[in-house]
């Protein structure tokens, strides 16, 4: 909560919902009638059907917009909702926050009916992206230490389909690998502000980095080193949908 209680200010600026990931999460869903979204921030990704979103950081609860669902000050090991209160439960790029995963996950399966959704990444296909790759090599290490195996994941929710989420190249939604073929992005310290790895890594371990990159989009190595890439539409960097069903 700390990490989102300082680089939340900006975070419904920079991490705008991105329609074609939004698309996937409602088909993820199920046509369910009422859902309970956990560790919701700012509301991202928040069908109308939401009934309660929990989030434990005030910082994001006060970015909320007005017309979103009731939020609680509660993290996700401790839902102060009663067993089986919505057909689904929802937990989009925030178990890797999570101090307990285990008593996390076993409170979506308790509050939720049918149906438990978790938007995440895999860390073996992440932590190749470029940006961690090549000039970033330390905060990725940093990032091994939360990150969650997928098959770890799925195994605590009673066993999971998964499916890739390829992100687009115009993707509105700043996460970290957002901007795979817009890499000025990373530059820019509002984008980075809305990016957890950059504050949990901190400024020392990517200032040299930061400065590579810099250098190399100057010169073009990165788009000479990168040159398929630019046509993309999309890319695979590690970020799945788990379903599962109770």
Do not use: K
């Amino acid at each position: 909560m700390a990490t989102y209680n300082s680089i939340g200010v900006t975070y419904a600026q920079t991490r705008r919902p991105d329609p074609r990931i939004a698309a996937t999460i409602r088909r993820a869903l199920g046509g369910a009638a009422t859902v309970i979204n956990v560790g919701a921030g700012t509301g991202s990704y928040e069908p109308p059907e939401t009934v309660v979103a929990v989030e434990p950081s005030a910082v994001m609860i006060a970015q909320r917009p007005g017309h979103a669902a009731r939020a609680v000050e509660a993290t996700a090991e401790a839902i102060p909702l009663a067993d089986d209160s919505a057909d689904a439960a929802m937990a989009l790029l925030t178990v890797h926050h999570w101090s307990d995963l285990e008593a996390g996950i076993g409170e979506l399966r308790r509050v939720a009916r049918r149906r438990v959704v978790v938007f995440t990444f895999d860390p073996d296909v992440n932590h190749r992206f470029w940006l961690l790759d090549e000039y970033l090599p330390e905060a990725a290490a940093f990032d091994s230490t939360r990150a969650v195996p997928i098959a770890r994941l799925a195994a605590l929710m009673g066993g999971a389909r998964v499916e890739t989420v390829p992100v687009p190249h115009d993707c509105t939604d700043g996460f970290l690998a957002a901007f795979w073929r817009r890499p000025e992005a990373y530059l820019d310290p509002r984008i980075r502000a809305g990016i957890s790895m950059f504050a949990q890594a901190g400024e020392d371990v990517v200032r040299s980095g930061l400065h590579r990159l810099a250098d190399d989009l100057s010169s073009g190595r990165w788009h000479r080193r990168h040159a398929d890439l630019l046509g993309r539409e999309s890319l695979d960097v590690g970020y799945r949908l788990l379903v599962a069903e109770l």
